[in-house]
C-alpha cells in the first residue's frame, strides 16, 4: 500500500484518468434535458436523465453561442461531451461541446420558438395588420 494523498490529489487522478479515456473523451449521449438554467454569464447547467439514472451537465458560453435553439426542460437532446471530473468538488459531469434536439430538427425548433416569441408580443394579432389596398401604387421587389 502507497503513502496516503489528499483528496485534491486524488480528484486530480480520477480527472486525469477520465480524460485520457478514449470512449468517454468525446461521447455522445442521448437522453432528456432537466433542471436547466441558463446563467447571465451565458453558461448552461443541466442534468441529463433517464428511467434509471442522470449525469450533471455543463456547457460553457462558447458553445452555447452556437446553439441553433434554446434548450428546455423534458426536451429530449443528443450531446457530444467530455467527461470529466470537477476538481473542487469531486463530482463527475460531462462537459458539453454541441447539442441538437431529438426529434424535430434544429431549424424547426428554432423556427417554432421565435414564433411562439412574437405571438406572445402580439405580432400575429389581427388588428395589428394593416390592410391590403385594392389597387396597390407600388410594388417592390426583395433579394438576396
Do not use: W
Amino acid at each position: 500500500m502507497s503513502k496516503p494523498i489528499t483528496v485534491s490529489q486524488l480528484n486530480r487522478y480520477v480527472s486525469a484518468l477520465l480524460a485520457q479515456d478514449k470512449h468517454l473523451n468525446p461521447v455522445m449521449v442521448k437522453s432528456e434535458i432537466s433542471g436547466f438554467r441558463a446563467y447571465p454569464s451565458g453558461h448552461y447547467y443541466f442534468t441529463l436523465k433517464d428511467e434509471k439514472a442522470a449525469v450533471s451537465c455543463v456547457m460553457f458560453k462558447g458553445q452555447t453561442k452556437r446553439l441553433r435553439f434554446k434548450p428546455e426542460n423534458g426536451q429530449m437532446v443528443i450531446v457530444t461531451a467530455r467527461a470529466g471530473l470537477y476538481d473542487r468538488d469531486g463530482r463527475f459531469q460531462l462537459y458539453v461541446d454541441d447539442m441538437v434536439s431529438d426529434g424535430l430538427g434544429d431549424l424547426h425548433l428554432a423556427f417554432e420558438q421565435l414564433k411562439q416569441k412574437l405571438a406572445q408580443e402580439g405580432l400575429f394579432e389581427q388588428q395589428q395588420k394593416k390592410p391590403l389596398p385594392v389597387l396597390p401604387r407600388v410594388i417592390g421587389v426583395a433579394t438576396s
